[in-house]
């Protein structure tokens, strides 16, 4: 079946650790995103690639890293410089394309919580 | 820059019919999507408007009005499973591959 998953669901870790959250797509898509979802926030985007090798910043991306060395894969670091990590995540892909064909398609999330 | 506004929350009970607005301030809109997303789950795609006029799904339609800058998801015959949160979203001409999100209007609706 084709989709996108992010694991793990559920991460804990302390804070001034680095953590990495997966997110993998087998949908041949060329487009990858990473949103932070806090309460009554909405989607708010951190980073996102158009094409392997290439991404660019997206609103909040201040403590955070992304690589996109591969299509299916685009991994997110929260680093220690990002101040308040503790959120829901959720990783999408898409075409890329314009319009209707930008359907985007979103993993189940990572909850990370900083303690 | 942009801006999306729509109402934090919307109440109904089930059969009814309700109407959850947008509306944004964006340079170089190119469309407006909606998503709808359940409690501690992953948002998904309902309708795309490119043009002014009204799309229909099923129980769902989307309507655009690009000269007043505004949209509305229509949600017919409410069942209980359509409480969830309602996202609109815009597509930019100058970046068309990303979307930026409203906060999202939170459904309930009461059998």
């Known amino acids: 079946d084709g989709g996108i998953t992010q694991s793990p669901k559920y991460l804990f870790r302390k804070e001034g650790q680095n953590v990495t959250l997966s997110c993998e797509q087998n949908?041949?898509?060329?487009?990858m995103y990473w949103y932070r979802q806090d309460p009554g926030q909405g989607l708010r985007l951190i980073y996102y690639s158009q094409i392997v090798n290439d991404f660019q910043k997206g609103d909040i991306a201040e403590g955070y890293s992304v690589s996109r060395e591969k299509k299916e894969s685009f991994p997110l670091t929260v680093t220690s410089a990002q101040k308040n990590p503790t959120a829901f995540y959720l990783c999408?892909?898409?075409?890329?394309?314009?319009?209707?064909?930008?359907?985007?398609?979103f993993g189940p999330g990572t909850r990370l919580t900083v303690l | 820059g942009q801006s999306l506004e729509q109402p934090s929350e919307v109440t109904a009970v089930e059969g009814a019919i309700v109407q959850i607005n947008c509306t944004y301030q964006?340079?170089?809109?190119?469309?407006l999507s909606w998503y709808q997303q359940h409690d501690g789950g992953a948002p998904t795609f309902l309708s795309y408007?490119?043009?002014?006029g009204l799309e229909e799904t099923g129980r769902f339609s989307s309507f655009l009005s690009r000269s007043d800058s505004y949209g509305y998801l229509l949600l017919q015959e409410l069942q209980m499973k359509d409480s969830a949160s309602y996202f609109c979203a815009v597509t930019r001409g100058s970046t068309l591959g990303r979307l930026y999100f409203g906060r999202g209007t939170q459904l309930t609706v009461w059998p």
């Open positions: 408007n490119g043009l002014d």
């Open positions: 964006t340079s170089g809109f190119y469309g």
């Open positions: 949908l041949n898509h060329d487009a």
């Open positions: 999408a892909s898409s075409t890329g394309l314009a319009g209707a064909y930008n359907e985007q398609f």
